[in-house]
């Protein structure tokens, strides 16, 4: 099978690599093409995947090319994890919102917005070239805000298309671990939006072990989301949040730990990821070595405002592993050999969740076969997640109208009505910042 990485010259590609070296059964990828528009950036990874590949006689060939049709041509799954505007981009985000007081983060909010007008037009255009170039091909989308821009792109591609993220693998590990559960023999009763969603069971042969955990303050403040958004706060919950959660909770507090950091964190990752690149120039730099090291700072700094914000100390060492790279795979695998298998995805909504509408990409358990996935029937939302969740799909919907039509005015309506953007004023202003440093949001008018 041959699989083509979007965004091939990124920096987590070998995290995806890495699963495919550990898959050895017939039917498995034995050519990955990796497509970028940096030929410096596929150099380096290409070079970094040769070393990880040492010893390994059956590992899958890889080529690299800067051209989008040949890359696609062929397919058989695409993975797409690109980044307009670079990382660059991502420092414009964070830097324009905090000026304005309001949150800056890639996914949530202003940030998240602003990210979504520049990447859905690319992502569209990707998606229609892969409906006349490898219509056969299923596409994994990785690339944030993965919600949104997997429906952008499920407007072209149908169900063909599906989002994958590691924040609900890792919350429910998480859970499952803490409670002396095998994951892998685990159900979780996970629902809601990408980075919006909420776990409210973990069953284990039939029984719902959930409640002894919110019963249990020890076990509860044990582990990341008990640290990060506090045992008291979990139990009125009654579910265990996403991460991304504790924007929305603490947002006051989370706003004023960015605009107090030495660095954002889009800004951290700019740099250190130049020294990466800029390392992998010399030619006898030891490319699978300087990876590692710079991707275990990457991970253990994840998050680290929120994490001092909420007095949660450093993460876990088995936290620090990611995961999104073994949710592809384990997808890859399920839809080419037919393995039927449970994973949470984004896909359409169907008839999954009452309150929205049938094209609506939902985060939520899945059913995977060669067909591909299936939304499973779940519980209703209660009335405080029901509420957030459509705020945030109907913001998701302005900015898909404000990319198909270019209306600066469709834009400022999606940052008003944000839960996160608190005047119209305001969102007036982070149009104008963003138009500002975004070549890519020239098409505003």
Not at 330 to 356: F, H, K, Y
Not at 378 to 405: F, I, M, N
């Amino acid at each position: 099978m041959k699989l083509t990485i979007l965004g091939g010259g990124g920096f987590r590609v070998p995290l995806v690599y890495g699963a495919l070296l550990q898959d050895h059964a017939e039917g498995r990828v034995t050519h990955v093409v990796l497509h970028d528009l940096d030929p410096a950036r596929l150099s380096a990874v290409t070079r970094v995947l040769a070393e990880q590949a040492a010893g390994v006689p059956d590992a899958p060939e890889v080529s690299a090319t800067t051209d989008l049709d040949e890359a696609l041509r062929g397919a058989d799954f695409v993975f797409s994890a690109i980044r307009v505007g670079g990382l660059e981009g991502r420092a414009h985000d964070e830097r324009v919102a905090l000026a304005e007081g309001v949150l800056g983060q890639e996914t949530v909010g202003a940030g998240g917005i602003a990210y979504g007008l520049r990447t859905v037009p690319v992502a569209v255009d990707i998606a229609r070239r892969v409906a006349r170039l490898a219509p056969d091909a299923w596409v994994i989308n990785f690339t944030n805000p993965a919600g949104l821009v997997t429906e952008a792109m499920s407007r072209h591609l149908g169900d063909r298309v599906i989002g994958i993220c590691d924040s609900p693998v890792g919350l429910g590990r998480r859970i499952a671990r803490v409670l002396g559960a095998n994951p892998k023999e685990a159900w979780i009763d996970y629902v809601g939006l990408n980075h919006l969603g909420w776990v409210r069971g973990l069953r284990v042969a039939g029984r719902d072990e959930l409640p002894r955990l919110l019963a249990d303050p020890d076990l509860l403040g044990s582990f990341e989301e008990g640290k990060l958004f506090g045992v008291d706060w979990l139990r009125s919950l009654g579910a265990i949040p996403n991460e991304y959660l504790h924007y929305y909770y603490f947002n006051r507090e989370a706003v004023r730990a960015y605009q107090q950091a030495e660095k954002t964190r889009g800004a951290f990752l700019h740099d250190q990821q130049a020294r990466f690149y800029a390392e992998m120039s010399n030619p006898d730099a030891p490319a699978w070595k300087v990876w590692e090291q710079t991707r275990a700072e990457r991970e253990a700094t994840y998050m680290a405002e929120n994490r001092e914000t909420a007095g949660a100390g450093e993460r876990d060492e088995d936290d620090l592993s990611g995961g999104y790279e073994k949710v592809a795979l384990a997808l890859m695998r399920a839809i080419a050999r037919d393995e039927r298998t449970t994973l949470i995805l984004n896909v359409r909504n169907q008839r999954t969740l009452s309150v929205l509408d049938t094209d609506a990409v939902i985060e939520v358990p899945c059913l995977v076969d060669a067909n591909g996935a299936h939304p499973v029937t779940v519980d209703p939302l209660p009335g405080h997640a029901t509420g957030l969740v459509c705020a945030v799909k109907a913001v998701e919907r302005e900015v898909l109208a404000a990319a198909d039509s270019g209306s600066r005015a469709t834009a400022v309506k999606a940052f008003a009505l944000h839960p996160l953007v608190d005047s119209v004023n305001v969102a007036r202003r982070l149009v104008e910042g963003y138009t500002e440093v975004h070549p890519g949001l020239a098409y505003l008018r």
